[in-house]
């Protein structure tokens, strides 16, 4: 987003797209009080309480909320029409208040934080001229008192108290580091400036002393000392700090090591310890609590223990998944591996900022206790590490890597030292790398993390409470932690208490947070981190079921299916997804190329896509998504019961075979029927539905039956599909047949056949006689049944094979009943040949059975009668029997 700047370091500025000529600036004094608020936050919520506390402190109007609302929609205004192409991306309302969503060259403050940690890092490194080039255009930026045009309350003045002390402090360093390049004379003029206007501010009395001392000016120096004490004992009753007496000592001693800058440059730059250092012990304290892992923990010790020179080993997996903890408990489990010590570093110490390699090697030297090369470039500073390492056996435990730019250069190559490596990505093109991508925990773990934290007590009290609010949690070891830390905070909830609060998806996330704990701002940090196209595919991930394949994803983004390069962008985005471990392979026993959102991350782009998508844009999206399964499923239906002769086999995308598909795909599908329902999609519920029938019934899935076709049966009615009404009806009578729910099947096949025959649908007409010939069969009752098959199979239209064997089915079980094996013979012969036609092994097997049985009536010695193809029902009274074929 480049179409706006803002400024307030000094009075706000809004610059727009046309450029610096045009300011969008708020006139009213509340609505940029409002800005101000959310862009000392930037990128992050600000709460609605928050804001109207910093409005109106303790005297809110009854409608501060309302009329907060019609600042932020007097803001959307604005920068729409500063940024016509971005400007409406902006400011997002969240679930608790509203944040502004920037990057990070856009807003002044957030460009002197990263100049100012920049050369504040310079300056611990020693290159002295680039610490003060970079504190100089931080303090540039500066045009006045934070937001001085606008009225303060508690945000903006802790806000302002934090940045007057980064501002003071970004100066100190750019004079410290001029005074080190020589610079003391030009700095003069500027630090008597400056005491006059910060008399209490004993540093910068101190660095005008060595100024001084250092032109020649001992005097001086001494009289400024004498001032600085004046003012302190007359307003403080104090004496200057020990710093500036011990200055002021050397002053008057004349030491002639103050006379001289301090040496810069690479010809200043020690290369390595004169010593060997004593033992490091620089790991975070191991936690007591910590299990969970204990396969892992034996892996990394293995394979630490025989590393070669250059290994190391690389943990990775999604946001919250216990990368860290991990890191360090097998730091300590190894540790004896590492007589020389360990060194933790968190290469990401802020959200937002990353340690470069530079940075990051003088911290590590400076945290060993050996010297940092004064002034080195990179590669000097790189040999100062490996010396330290090398003939030693250390382990550096480097936290939070964002690259392999950043890590190559921080990484061990000789022999006996080595490291462990966090990231949300693996360092796969680093040579050595042994790579162990963290899962979320099983619930055997899960539970034994809880117990270690919350105490066995809690974990005994509810079993089963426990194990939802594990299961609630997806296993996440981070959303368990808080769980944990909620329930030892409050010791009058329980868990069955906490679980309650968990089930509703639409806040759980807000739930999982205690103190600094926050599930949703952990994940959202993986989120913010990815590509734009990542972002949005993510988001439109939360439309999909719980496993999907790269077509539907290709569906659900609205790419093209017939356009060749769609499968090669959607699995980039895919592996883009799955590298930064926002996405999950779906390992559940399943082909290759089957992914899943896990449940938490699913929740994240559920939020995510209500906050930066339209309305619109979701229900095209949705009606992509059902579409294409509609598409595919009907297609996978027509090869499994083909209603023609001459179909031949469609390759289903992800599938071998049509039939392996529905059996691994029926829980999406049954989860797009109903979404589709909710989403009103009446004629994409009613088709999906129904081409789900064939495999529902065959594989006796009752459940899934039931629920789709219950949906689907309202959406044909919502629809005023009177032929899906007819249809869906004699589904669910069969569903009810089979389960010997009598009157409802009755119920159901009247009807549907009432349905029919007022919209002229012969097809489902047929459907509905045949289900009550086959009750009336089932009671021993041939007559009826047979009358009723004389006019479903008079009322049929040509061309309809599939139809016309199921009539001649029941025909030929009437006549079985009422004559004879002979009578039905010629039946069931017909029946094999259309079964044979249509290419059906399912219905030709049934044919085949049926004649099997015929001419071999010992073949039945448990009396039963295979009604239709795979149920079988005894003649006396029992429930039916459904055989898989």
């Known amino acids: 987003m480049s179409g706006l700047r803002f400024r307030i370091l000094g009075p706000l500025e809004i610059e727009g797209a046309a450029g610096p000529g045009v300011s969008y600036t708020p ?28 409005l109106w402190q303790d005297d809110p109007p009854r409608t501060a909320t309302t009329t907060l609302q019609v600042y932020v929609s007097q803001l959307r205004k604005i920068f729409r029409r500063a940024a016509p192409e971005d400007g409406a991306a902006v400011l997002l309302t969240q679930p608790r208040g509203y944040r502004i969503r920037i990057d990070a060259d856009q807003l002044d403050l957030t460009t002197f934080e990263s100049l100012y940690q920049r050369g504040r890092e310079a300056l611990e490194s020693g290159d002295h001229a680039a610490a003060a080039e970079l504190q100089g255009r931080a303090l540039a930026l500066w045009r006045g008192p934070l937001l001085g045009d606008t009225p303060h309350g508690p945000l903006l003045d802790a806000a302002a108290v934090r940045l007057v002390e980064a501002r003071n402090a970004a100066l100190e360093q750019r004079i410290l580091a001029d005074l080190r390049l020589g610079r003391h004379r030009d700095l003069i003029p500027e630090l ?37 004490r004046r003012t302190l004992v007359n307003e403080l009753a104090i004496e200057p700090g020990a710093p500036v007496q011990l200055l002021h000592q050397r002053i008057l001693a004349g030491d002639q090591r103050l006379a001289v800058p301090e040496p810069t440059g690479p010809a200043a730059a020690v290369r390595g310890p004169a010593t060997e250092p004593p033992v490091v012990l620089g790991l975070p304290p191991a936690d007591p609590a910590f299990t969970g892992r204990d396969g892992e923990l034996a ?120 490291a462990i490596v966090t990231g949300r990505r693996l360092p796969a093109g680093l040579d050595g790398v042994h790579p162990l991508v963290l899962d979320v925990l099983d619930p055997s773990a899960a539970l034994a993390v809880f117990e270690a934290a919350a105490g ?19 296993g996440l070891p981070l959303a368990i932690r808080v769980g944990t830390a909620q329930l030892n905070a409050r010791p009058h909830w329980s868990a069955e208490s906490l679980a309650t609060r ?22 959202l940090s993986a989120y913010q981190d990815a590509g734009r196209n990542e972002r949005r595919t993510f988001r439109l991930l939360s439309l999909l079921p719980a496993h999907f394949e790269p077509w539907a994803v290709s569906a659900v983004l609205g790419l093209d299916p017939h356009d060749r390069r769609t499968p090669v962008g959607t699995a980039r985005l895919l592996d883009a997804l799955a590298d930064d471990h926002l996405l999950a392979a779906d390992h559940e026993g399943s082909r290759p190329g089957r992914y899943r959102l896990p449940e938490l991350l699913r929740l994240l782009a559920a939020e995510r896509l209500a906050e930066e998508e339209g309305e619109d844009t979701v229900r095209a999206a949705t009606r992509r998504l059902c579409d294409a399964y509609v598409r595919v499923t009907e297609e996978a239906d027509a090869v499994l019961n083909p209603r023609q002769p001459g179909v031949r086999m469609v390759r289903t995308p992800g599938s071998d075979a049509p039939s392996d598909w529905f059996a691994r795909e029926l829980g999406p599908l049954t989860q797009v029927v109903r979404q589709a329902y909710l989403a009103g999609l009446w004629e994409q519920t009613v088709r999906l539905a129904t081409a789900l029938t064939g495999h529902l019934e065959s594989h006796a899935r009752w459940r899934a039956w039931e629920r789709t076709h219950t949906l689907a049966l309202d959406a044909a009615r919502q629809l005023g599909d009177r032929s899906g009404e007819a249809r869906l009806l004699a589904s669910l009578g069969d569903l009810a047949w089979q389960h010997r729910r009598t009157a409802e099947a009755r119920d159901r096949y009247e009807g549907a056949r009432r349905v029919a025959e007022a919209a002229g649908d ?58 004879g094996p002979s009578a039905a013979r010629s039946r069931f012969t017909d029946c094999l040949e259309i079964a044979q036609s249509l290419r059906d092994r399912r219905l030709e097997a049934h044919a085949r059975r049926a004649l099997r049985r015929l001419h071999d009536p010992d073949d039945d010695p448990g009396g039963c009668l295979e009604i239709r193809p795979g149920v079988w029902r005894l003649r006396s009274p029992a429930p039916l029997t459904p055989a898989l074929v």
């Open 762 to 819: 012969q097809v489902a007409r047929s459907r509905a006689l045949v289900g009550l010939a086959d009750l009336w069969l089932d009671g021993g009752e041939v007559a009826e049944a047979t009358a009723l098959l004389t006019a479903a199979l008079d009322g049929l239209p040509p061309g309809l094979p599939r139809e016309r064997y199921h009539v001649l089915r029941a025909t030929a079980l009437a006549a079985l009943l009422a004559d």
């Open 27 to 54: 006139g009213a004094a509340k609505v940029r009080g409002v800005l101000g608020a959310l862009l000392v936050n930037a990128n992050g919520t600000v709460s609605v309480d928050s804001l109207i506390d910093e």
């Open 299 to 418: 892996e990394i010790d293995r394979l630490l223990r025989a590393a070669p020179p250059g290994a190391f080993v690389a943990l990775a997996g999604q946001p919250g998944v216990g990368k860290t903890a991990l890191a360090v408990a097998a730091a300590h489990h190894s540790a004896d591996a590492f007589p020389h010590g360990q060194l933790f570093l968190d290469l990401r110490p802020e959200p937002g900022r990353r340690l470069e390699p530079a940075a990051a090697i003088s911290a590590l030297l400076r945290r060993a206790g050996a010297p940092v090369p004064v002034g080195a470039d990179p590669a000097d500073l790189q040999e100062a590490l490996q010396q330290l390492l090398a003939g030693r056996r250390l382990l550096l435990v480097l936290d939070n890597v964002s690259s392999e730019a950043q890590l190559r250069p921080l990484l061990p190559t000789s022999a006996g030292s080595s």
């Open 502 to 523: 968990l089930r509703d998806r639409r806040s759980r996330l807000s739930e999982l947070r205690i103190g600094g704990l926050d599930v949703r701002e952990r994940l």
């Open 192 to 228: 008597r400036s400056l005491v006059e206007e910060f008399p209490l501010r004993e540093e910068l009395h101190g660095q005008l002393m060595l100024a001084l001392y250092r032109a020649g000016r001992q005097a001086e120096a001494l009289r400024a000392y004498g001032a600085l």
């Open 456 to 474: 066995p007590a809690r974990a005994a009290e509810h079993p089963a409470a426990v194990a939802e609010l594990l299961e609630l949690c997806g």
